[in-house]
Every structure is written in structure tokens, then in C-alpha cells.
């Protein structure tokens, strides 16, 4: 099986399963019990996002050093467990296509979890970069992150 197709197709999973989840979730709470606090941890990482996506447009280095890249983490680089969550390597239409569901989900994620949703972004972001590292260890995106 193409690991294009794999990869497509549990995206389309795991989109549809969070949708559906979200949507029963706030059926249930019937918005009845979402805080009203500043949305800290969302405007932090859709912020970065936009700011690693503008840096990675005008100096393309920026890419090459913050993406997942097997040797560079062999070699002792650990950021690239982290970085390649901020980072576009599909150009616009990955920047658009994250930013997308960052924007409508993130905000309503920190409204119905607060401060845990810096633990549901970065946990399975991460092991989401770990198992990237095996089927396509050279690439990025939030996506790993925007599914989750």
C-alpha cells in the first residue's frame, strides 16, 4: 500500500473521529459549562505557527533545520521532535490546510479542556513525530497535532 494513501487515510480517520467526538461532547455539555478565560494556549500556538510558517517563506534554511530529519535527531538534534510540529514543508496549501482546523478546533478544545490542552497538543503531536520518523522521516506540518 502506498504510504501516501496510509497517511491520507488515517488523517480522514482521525479527523472524522474527533469531529464526531467534539460535536457529541458539546451536545452533551450543551456549551452549558465552557470557561470564558483568555484563549492563552491556542493564540501561543497558532501564533508560532504563523510565525515559523512567514520565517520558513523568507529564509528557507529555517525549513531544512526545524523539520523532521532522522540523522539530525540520531546526531543528537531533540528538537526535531518538537519543531517539525510548527514547520510547513508542503508549502501553502499544508499552511492553509493546518491552520484551517487549528483555528475552528484548538480554541474550542481550550474552551472545553483549559490547561490541558497544552498536553493534548504537544503528547500526541510528539509520538505523532515519532511515528513519522519511521514511514516518512523527513517532513513536518501540524497536522500530526491538528488531527489529534
Given at each position: 500500500m ?38 492563552v ?6 501564533a ?63 474552551r ?23 514511514g ?13
Amino acid at each position: 500500500m502506498n504510504m501516501t494513501i496510509a497517511v491520507a487515510a488515517s488523517n480522514g480517520i482521525t479527523v472524522t473521529t474527533s469531529m464526531v467526538c467534539c460535536v457529541a461532547y458539546l451536545y452533551k455539555r450543551r456549551w452549558q459549562h465552557l470557561s470564558a478565560r483568555p484563549l492563552v494556549a491556542s493564540t501561543l500556538i497558532i501564533a508560532l505557527t504563523v510565525l515559523m510558517f512567514g520565517l520558513q517563506l523568507a529564509y528557507p534554511d529555517v525549513l531544512q533545520a526545524l523539520r523532521r530529519d532522522l540523522a539530525g535527531l540520531k546526531a543528537g538534534e531533540w528538537w526535531r521532535l518538537v519543531t517539525p510540529l510548527f514547520v510547513q514543508p508542503g508549502g501553502a496549501f499544508q499552511f492553509l490546510f493546518n491552520m484551517l482546523f487549528l483555528v475552528v478546533f484548538l480554541p474550542m478544545a481550550e474552551r472545553l479542556y483549559e490547561a490541558k490542552v497544552w498536553f493534548l497538543y504537544f503528547v500526541p503531536g510528539v509520538v505523532g513525530q515519532l511515528v513519522n520518523y519511521v514511514g516518512n522521516p523527513d517532513g513536518g506540518g501540524s497536522s500530526t497535532d491538528a488531527f489529534v
